[in-house]
């Protein structure tokens, strides 16, 4: 059985694979990497905070405008 790109195993073919999608999306089944991520993104929210609370007030602003000017770039 193929693996997902977290590890899950998933059915390899197109059909089991969209069945499979449709009860976890109407909550047939339970979906086994939910509470994972979860705990996962609090803790990385955590540690951006104080992250930040420990920067000056002029070097967070220097990574905005750092950040603005990559995502508004040309390429």
Known sequence: MPKGPR???RPADAISRAVLIAK?????IEDERGAASSAAAQLGRLGGRKRA??????RRAEIA??????RWAKD
């Open 65 to 70: 405008k750092a950040a603005a000017a990559k």
């Open 7 to 9: 590890g899950e195993k």
């Open 24 to 28: 976890i999306a109407t909550g047939e």
């Open 53 to 58: 609370e420990n920067m000056t007030p002029e």
